[in-house]
């Protein structure tokens, strides 16, 4: 008995052209533009760990609550090719991030409650940027003006408060 090859089978000549279209293999390139945000994120979780941890001792939970809001506020808000954050403690204990971009320091700060605040400030010691929230708040304005900041070659405006201009039907 002879198998006979129906089209589409492998064994049907011309397979191995139709299975590459049908089914391409993943570009190196959007491999690593996945890798490159993974890699930022990686790196984070590795600085806020070394923040929490001491060796040979648990973590406690308390002691992750600001940690785990800065790592959320950062994978909403990292993007390929974006510079990776300098984590450290501020002041009062609070967990923050840094980064210097095109001359602006970006300091987002989050605190265990789940409050936090982003500031910027250029090399003159300007405020370019302020946004902060509480708790039950979106920090959606801080995460713009920070995406902003952080990819200036882009032509993102930074938000502004301005009066409401009072348009009426």
Known sequence: MTAVSAPGDRGHPGHGQRWSALNPEPRRADHQVVT?????LRGVEQQLLALVALPGQPVGASSLAGPRHLYRLLA??????????EVG???????????????VEVVLTVDDGGSGWLWAHDADGAEVAYE????????RAALDAAAALLRPRTSVAL???EAPLGLTR
Request: proline share 12%.
């Open 89 to 103: 403690l501020d002041g009062d204990g609070d967990v923050r991030c840094r980064w210097q971009v095109a001359g």
């Open 159 to 161: 938000p502004r408060t």
């Open 132 to 139: 902060e929230w509480r708790p039950a708040q979106e920090p």
């Open 36 to 40: 490159q945000r993974r890699e930022l």
């Open 76 to 85: 909403a808000l990292l993007a390929d090719g974006d510079p990776e954050p």
